[in-house]
């Protein structure tokens, strides 16, 4: 069994930045690759960025691309969301998540509230 826990969210302004953090405990053997996935109010989870653990290859959705940045601490066991230039559509409860094959998300963490306003 893996927990997994987020924090870093808050309240920030337009254009602002904020790290997320997600510390993984429990049985860590090496994952296939970790994730973050964000919530927003009324809509469907959805997938923001991904790596690799073995090969540090990182994935972006689209709307995210240039803006947020994810990396991971091998010795921690920490991954990280650097969100820069956040937008308010970037609102949401945002997940960690771990996938230890590749084919699923197995464990996720129980998120961490993200809100950009003026």
């Known amino acids: 069994q893996v927990q997994l826990v987020e924090y870093g969210g808050g309240l920030v302004q337009p254009g602002a930045a904020l790290r997320l953090s997600c510390a993984a405990a429990g049985r860590t053997n090496r994952p296939y690759s970790m994730g973050w996935f964000r919530q927003a109010p009324g809509k469907e989870r959805e997938f923001v960025a991904q790596?690799?653990?073995?090969?540090?290859?990182?994935y972006y959705a689209d709307s995210v691309k240039g803006r947020f940045t994810i990396s991971k601490d091998n010795v921690k066991n920490m991954v990280y969301l650097q969100m820069n230039s956040l937008k308010p559509e970037d609102t949401g409860v945002y997940y960690c998540?771990?996938?230890?094959?590749?084919?699923?998300?197995?464990?996720w963490g129980q998120g961490t509230q993200v809100t950009v306003s003026s």
């Open positions: 790596i690799i653990w073995s090969t540090d290859s990182t």
């Open positions: 998540a771990a996938g230890v094959t590749g084919y699923e998300w197995n464990y």
